[in-house]
């Protein structure tokens, strides 16, 4: 780990010296800088210019904590299910003064028919705008729509007193949606990503969309751009996502649970599935055969941004607890082997987005100086394999290191909070019927072994099959050569070819 060394600067009054002492101290100077140089190097970590920070810090072993009694609110409490069969999860918190709604809804592109690709960004585009009209321009409080593979979010965050008109602006939408032919007719596909200016997350992370074109199909891969989406697609998709039996509710802050009920049964009377709403069914995606497993895109800009990896196959419920801890144990060490020891990125990162509903993309993201971008995808590579091999399975610090960010950060900090928890269990119903899985996580995290991790390892990562897309200024990238380690990028081409 890095370290920031805090310095000093000391103000001296000048006092003559002799010219005796002045002669023995400029001989010890010298003498300290040679043997501190020497030192300083045997210190220094390779790409570093600070030694070693020393320190008297205890091991994270050795720290004592008081016990964790965290418990979730009550679930069972916390539904209501309208006589629609809406689903709603409340959980009140009187000293809020702010209330969330969450609605999640199974909208998505894997659940597009092929005479439906792009209906459920229009779609989730439409209802977004649909809500934002209703509530009106004195509306105060925040909207928003997060759209993943399998599901979409619109969360409205209000004052406690105007929950009621929010939570009507909400429902009414969805129930009464007002799918606008001109504004269909007008849609085309966007391009799938944002451009890129910092930071790694997000789906709109422009070279993992550009890999996902590459090596798959629809769903996994996102629509080509200028597509058109016809108004019976757009009809068919929302009689079969918009069912009041597909639709969660989270609601969580200032509120009661009574008027909460009240309100949605009331907003929910009469609210029928039609019966030509048929299921829902989950797209396959499909890899694409090809030969060239190497993308550069030409585009200005200081970093260069890479994203190198394969489509992942649906995970097993089984599975899906190991390849989680494998996940963050080899972003734990990507980072050390990437930035920590050789400092060629501020950041690299494994993300797999592949679940038990649907397939994914597991792949590598980063970004850097030209001369960083070939190393980058070499070391990166080179740490995927060796999670494979005996050599690499996890160590006991690292296993309990990240089992518990996976349970008491990631698994607690969803649940902590009315707003935050109701969210969480609208979302885990909506996508899988039930908060089973859920709750059973931290059980099912702890149970993960070291040869659960290889195993799962051997079976999911494939570093010589994955492909790489590098976006930047691919001139200076092909000729860039970094002082301590050289690859070069036609190099890690020509190995992706064979």
């Not at 993201?365 to 030209?370: D, E, F, L, M, Y």
């Not at 609208?426 to 070291?450: N, Y």
């Amino acid at each position: 780990m890095s370290a920031t060394h805090p310095h000093h600067d000391f103000a001296f009054r000048s006092r003559p010296r002799s010219a005796g002492a002045c002669i023995v101290i400029g001989t010890l100077i010298a003498a300290a800088a040679c043997g501190g140089a020497a030192a300083r190097d045997a210190e220094t970590l390779p790409g570093r210019t600070r030694p070693l920070f020393e320190h008297k810090w205890l091991h994270p072993r050795d720290l004592e904590f008081s016990e964790n009694r965290f418990t979730p609110p009550d679930s069972k409490s916390a539904l209501v299910v309208t006589p629609s069969g809406l689903r709603a999860f409340v959980i009140p918190d009187t000293s809020e003064r702010v209330v969330q709604i969450t609605a999640a809804i199974p909208l998505g592109r894997s659940f597009e028919r092929m005479n439906e690709i792009g209906a459920a960004e229009l779609l989730s585009r439409l209802l977004s705008q649909q809500i934002s009209d209703r509530l009106g321009p004195a509306f105060v409080g925040r909207v928003q729509t997060d759209q993943d593979v399998d599901l979409t979010r619109f969360t409205l965050r209000v004052l406690a007193e105007d929950w009621q008109p929010a939570l009507t602006a909400l429902l009414l939408a969805l129930r009464q949606p007002r799918l606008d032919g001109a504004a269909i007719d007008a849609y085309r596909t966007g391009a799938g990503f944002a451009r890129q200016t910092r930071g790694l997350g997000g789906p709109a992370f422009r070279p993992s969309v550009e890999l996902a074109r590459m090596l798959a199909t629809h769903p996994l891969a996102p629509p080509d751009p200028g597509l058109t989406v016809r108004r019976e697609a757009i009809h068919d998709f929302a009689l079969r996502s918009l069912r009041p039996s597909a639709v969660t509710i989270g609601i969580g802050g200032g509120v009661t649970r009574d008027s909460v009920q009240r309100e949605l049964q009331s907003l929910t009377a009469g609210w029928r599935t039609p019966a030509a709403a048929a299921g829902l069914v989950t797209a396959a995606g499909v890899g694409k055969a090809t030969s060239d497993r190497f993308r550069t895109i030409d585009e200005p800009g200081y970093t260069t941004w890479i994203a190198a990896g394969h489509p992942m196959p649906t995970t097993p419920p089984a599975d899906e607890a190991a390849v989680a801890v494998m996940t963050e144990i080899l972003n734990i060490r990507l980072n050390i082997s990437t930035r920590e020891i050789r400092g060629l990125a501020n950041a690299t990162q494994l993300q797999v987005t592949g679940t038990i509903r649907h397939d994914g993309l597991l792949h590598v993201r980063s970004g850097a100086r030209p001369e960083s971008v070939a190393p980058i995808i070499h070391f990166s590579l080179q740490e995927l394999a060796r999670i494979r091999e005996p050599g690499g399975a996890p160590t006991g610090d690292e296993l309990e290191q990240v089992k518990g960010g996976l349970v008491f950060g990631k698994w607690q900090g969803t649940l902590d909070g009315a707003r935050d928890a109701s969210a969480t269990y609208a979302s885990e119903a909506a996508r899988f019927g039930s908060l089973d899985r859920l709750m059973k996580w931290p059980q099912a995290v702890r149970a993960v072994t070291a040869e659960d991790v290889g195993a799962v390892a051997r079976k999911y990562v494939h570093p010589e099959i994955m492909g790489t897309v590098v976006i930047g200024q691919i001139d200076k990238v092909r000729q860039a050569r970094h002082p301590r380690w050289p690859v070069a990028l036609d190099d890690l081409m020509a190995a992706a070819r064979r």
